[in-house]
């Protein structure tokens, strides 16, 4: 491990020092320096003869040496310069700063204006824009201190320019056509006039040089520079897919399943070689781009006066996601010798030249809801087991459907909306439930003194007599018959028992409340006050009952003081409570709705499976029947904020289940119902004990 630790920073160095080297080549390619000689004072010896016998004379050769020498030792080369300059009389101009940064140039350009060019700025745009005669790719010594060191700038005689003083010698007038002349001279090479406007400089070209401004060899250096640095990306890129920390990493990759991004992603995390070896990767790449940013910019300012613009294109740059695609191309169409590119969304590869050879068999998905829990050990690319709430058919794994619970308990009538509306109407015995009236306070069809409250229930005590169905109440109705000239109310309250056991595990029917139905009252034709009162409750607001009990209280209904107003009075609150108040009787009551199927010997059997299962996945398939009966019951319960527990009721009263048994199912029902798919549980209100 420590061999392989060494060995990668060695890589790291090596990149690094390769990147600084070319960084700097790159600075000393944008240095340039230009002797301006006398000829007449140049010595006419031949080129072959030693010149350091006479320090004085000068040939051309020598001075081309000197220039060439400069990229290599700017330090010597600048002294033998000046040495030149003090000896000989061939270098006549002052010796003045040389700046060769052209980002210096720019800030020049952008500060002065015309009126600011006399003899400063002429020297420093001068030695600014020195003609470029030879160019890296030799290196450059350390040269710490520019000022300190004289360099050379050489007029020729034909040019006539001397810049120490001159501006000083000619009249006001002629000083900034001057300096016009002599920097469209120095700076567009005699090629157009020089302009500075706006904070920018360039040649106004003349009519034989039309692309003065195109510095076309500059731009060539630069479009070259930028076909390097792709090739370095390549470079880059290639020696990371080599690197012994991607070829590990792959190795260690599992194969026995399908290997989403998110997956490939957490394992990278947990290599720590494998993520430093990216780290540098993009360490490289960035100073890489920044370079390149860098030559676009200035290839982009160069060529802005171009009448024909540079073709830049540069290579994108590879993220995380590129690489985790990449990996997922290499596992999976990367056969016959072709790799392909892999797209997670389509699951599938797409080859070169429009070929399927380079696919791999893709191994089933593992993970949550419909995905597997495990692949087959024979064959990986179809399913072994399946998650929680799934089944396996044919390699794939499907939703497990609760089966038909017809044959445990029903739910539905085979009447439709508008038929069982138009029997209730009708008050049709077709629909009736024939339950048991029970009373201990008064008797039907006799009347009876209505001063306290009397209570009454219609029962069908289905364990006894029924004990293979369950009913559904669709509507109540009562015949109640009032004396002459009595001005008695009726007030009925009515409670719902849904499958039998105490009075108290009942709920309050919440008449005329919210959108719940109210009592419709209808006179019949009788001598007596004698009306039908019904309560229809529909489709809408069915439910189980198994004992209805009704409370019928009595209130006195008298004028108010305003001839509109009614107002009520309990009888015992009347003020003359020896008044006859009349008598009222209850001629019938009946119960509409319909009995269902219910087996409960076949639902404990069901449960019995959720300890003692069948097979594999029967305990399963219990749970869901289970669930499903438990869910259709639950909503059947009256409207509120929350449902009652209805099922509890129908396990503690009709299959006769120990309050622990019924717990435990709950208990069971609702951790199985939490690893299924897309289901939200409910909270209930409890109603039986």
């Not at 009562?478 to 004396?483: A, E, G, M, R, V």
Request: one cysteine or more.
């Amino acid at each position: 491990m420590k061999e392989n630790e060494y060995e990668f920073k060695g890589k790291q160095e090596d990149i690094m020092r390769s990147i600084e080297r070319e960084e700097e080549e790159e600075k000393c390619r944008e240095e340039s320096l230009t002797i301006f000689v006398d000829k007449r004072k140049l010595s006419k010896r031949s080129e072959g003869s030693d010149t350091s016998t006479n320090s004085s004379s000068v040939t051309l050769e020598t001075l081309h040496q000197l220039a060439a020498s400069y990229f290599i030792d700017r330090d010597s080369t600048l002294r033998r310069l000046h040495h030149i300059q003090i000896a000989s009389t061939a270098i006549k101009v002052p010796i003045i700063g040389v700046l060769t940064c052209c980002n210096t140039w720019e800030t020049f350009a952008g500060t002065l204006t015309v009126t600011d060019w006399p003899e400063y700025a002429l020297c420093e745009l001068l030695a600014t824009t020195v003609t470029e005669t030879r160019t890296g790719p030799l290196g450059c010594s350390n040269y710490d201190n520019l000022d300190s060191v004289s360099s050379v700038l050489v007029q020729s005689p034909e040019n006539k320019i001397q810049l120490q003083g001159l501006q000083v010698l000619l009249p006001d007038y002629l000083q900034e056509r001057f300096v016009q002349a002599a920097l469209s001279y120095i700076a567009c090479n005699s090629e157009g006039e020089f302009i500075c406007k706006d904070n920018d400089c360039w040649c106004h070209c003349g009519p034989k040089f039309p692309e003065c401004n195109c510095p076309s060899m500059d731009i060539q250096a630069m479009e070259e520079s930028l076909l390097r640095i792709t090739e370095t990306w390549k470079a880059y890129n290639s020696d990371f897919e080599d690197s012994d920390e991607f070829k590990f990493f792959m190795k260690r990759l599992p194969m026995s399943y399908f290997l989403n991004t998110s997956t490939i992603m957490h394992l990278w995390t947990m290599d720590s070689h494998f993520q430093r070896r990216y780290e540098l990767l993009e360490t490289s790449m960035k100073q890489l781009f920044l370079k390149a940013h860098r030559i676009v910019h200035k290839l982009f300012s160069l060529s802005k006066r171009c009448h024909k613009q540079p073709l830049i294109s540069l290579p994108r740059q590879r993220t995380s996601t590129y690489w985790l695609s990449r990996i997922q191309s290499f596992l999976y169409c990367n056969e016959n010798g072709l790799l392909g590119s892999f797209s997670e969304e389509t699951h599938s590869c797409t080859c070169p030249n429009d070929q399927v050879v380079c696919t791999a068999f893709l191994p089933c998905i593992v993970g949550d809801a419909s995905a597997c829990l495990t692949c087959a050990p024979d064959n990986r690319t179809r399913c072994g087991t399946c998650n929680t709430g799934y089944m396996l058919s044919q390699g794939l794994c499907k939703p497990e459907v609760a089966e038909s619970t017809d044959h445990y308990i029903g739910f539905e009538t085979d009447l439709q909306d508008l038929e069982m509306k138009y029997l209730l109407q009708k008050t049709d015995r077709r629909i009736e439930v024939h339950a048991i009236f029970i009373s201990n306070d008064m008797r039907l069809n006799s009347w009876f003194d209505p001063s306290w409250r009397k209570r009454m229930l219609l029962t069908l005590k289905s364990n006894k007599y029924k004990s293979s169905l369950v009913h559904m109440i669709l509507g109540l109705s009562l015949q109640i018959c009032l004396t002459k000239n009595s001005t008695l109310e009726p007030v009925l309250a009515v409670y719902i028992n849904p499958f039998g056991g105490s009075h108290s595990e009942s709920w309050f029917m919440p008449v005329s409340e919210s959108s719940f139905p109210d009592w419709e009252r209808t006179k019949l034709d009788l001598p007596l006050q004698c009306y039908n009162w019904t309560l229809t409750l529909g489709n809408k607001w069915k439910t189980f009952f198994e004992t209805v009990h009704i409370y019928l209280r009595s209130r006195i209904k008298a004028n108010g003081p305003n001839s509109n107003e009614s107002i009520y009075y309990e009888p015992l609150e009347f003020i003359d409570p020896s008044r006859n108040l009349g008598y009222m009787k209850i001629n019938n009551i009946q119960v509409f709705g319909y009995s269902m199927h219910f087996d409960p010997e076949a639902i404990r059997d069901l449960i019995l499976q959720l300890d003692y299962p069948y097979t594999q996945g029967s305990q399963d398939s219990a749970l869901l029947q289970l669930l499903e009966i438990r869910d259709r019951v639950n909503k059947l319960s009256p409207p509120g904020q929350r449902r009652l527990d209805l099922f509890s009721c129908l396990l503690r009263h009709r299959l006769k289940l120990s309050t622990s048994e019924v717990v435990r199912i709950q208990s069971a029902l609702q951790a199985f119902n939490a690893k299924l798919p897309n289901t939200v549980d409910y909270d209930t209100t409890k109603l039986c004990s």
